[in-house]
């Protein structure tokens, strides 16, 4: 059945004369009635009578109205829908997550993008580096965070954010009562270091710093996340360095978060990883959220440079 059978009987229908509907329609009135002829035979049943005054529906003609009135509305809602989408405005988004970075900056990320497009199903997955790579090539997922990547040919980033790092060390460490401590204050003391898999990472970082300072870290402990590793650092495991959206958002009792003071500027970084293939509207949207994110966030940094102060002891 043509779609415009349908917006040609529902306007005769609704005017109950083919002239006023034709002029609605913007069309003469034979071709407008040869419509509503070819409708009628293409159905097999009369659908409206003519009368002196005009046309009235018949009863078959009254059901079909509903049915009519029904098809156009999912037609039209069909069509938007598909236009929404091929906008990035509507769809599903699988986004593969790890560790730290899930504590305070990813959550706020995927909130302003369900904020700007909450038609948009958003989707997590818990994967280590090499899982998400493999994921992202695979076409399981559509985005990944991750730290300390290397270039890959298929694979395309977008830096989310360079982080500060911070030392975290038991409450009860001769340290913890200094407002910034010094990384080299630490080359006798165990460390405590996240992820256990996906090199290079983090872990990688951190015997890099310390290199930087003159010693080799003592690796005690290698655990899977922050999490797991500030509860060691309270039970007095040994040290540990954490990125400051680890440090803002994870309160370990027990544990007291302090600023590098030799190395104040130690950073992480954290990115989003795309196949650069992927050229879909809602990656786009996407990646538009991730940049808009970050200009704000260095525009309020930097705002708030020559006043910044250390962050409070976690405690």
């Not at 069909?78 to 236009?83: F, L, N, S």
């Amino acid at each position: 059945m043509d779609l415009r059978h349908l917006k040609y009987f529902l306007a005769v229908a609704q005017e109950l004369n083919i002239g006023r509907a034709a002029a609605r329609l913007h069309i003469s009135q034979p071709p407008l009635t040869r419509q509503i002829k070819a409708l009628e035979d293409e159905l097999g049943v009369e659908l409206f009578i003519r009368t002196a005054k005009g046309v009235e529906l018949t009863q078959a003609g009254e059901m079909f109205k509903e049915e009519a009135h029904n098809i156009r509305m999912l037609v039209e809602a069909g069509i938007d829908r598909v236009q929404r989408a091929g906008e990035g405005k509507l769809g599903r988004i699988d986004v593969g997550i790890f560790g730290s970075g899930i504590y305070d900056i990813i959550p706020k990320l995927l909130q302003d993008f369900r904020r700007k497009l909450p038609g948009v199903n958003v989707v997590l997955h818990t994967m280590n580096k090499s899982e998400q790579i493999e994921a992202l090539r695979q076409r399981r997922i559509t985005v990944a965070f991750n730290r300390m990547t290397e270039p890959e040919p298929d694979i395309g980033r977008e830096l989310v954010v360079t982080e500060c790092l911070y030392a975290a060390m038991p409450s009860d460490h001769p340290l913890a009562s200094l407002k910034a401590v010094p990384l080299r204050a630490f080359a006798e003391q165990p460390f405590v270091v996240f992820p256990n898999v996906g090199r290079p990472n983090f872990v990688d970082r951190v015997v890099e710093l310390c290199r930087q300072q003159g010693f080799e870290a003592q690796i005690a402990q290698e655990v899977g996340d922050a999490v797991t590793g500030l509860a060691l650092v309270a039970r007095g495991f040994g040290v540990t360095l954490i990125p400051e959206s680890a440090a803002q958002a994870l309160v370990v009792h027990g544990t007291t978060v302090r600023p590098l003071a030799d190395v104040p500027k130690a950073m992480i970084d954290l990115s989003c990883l795309y196949r650069v293939t992927d050229k879909s509207p809602l990656l786009k949207a996407f990646l538009g959220v991730i940049r808009e994110n970050r200009e704000a966030r260095e525009h309020r940094d930097a705002g708030q440079a020559s006043d910044a102060t250390a962050p409070p002891a976690i405690i």
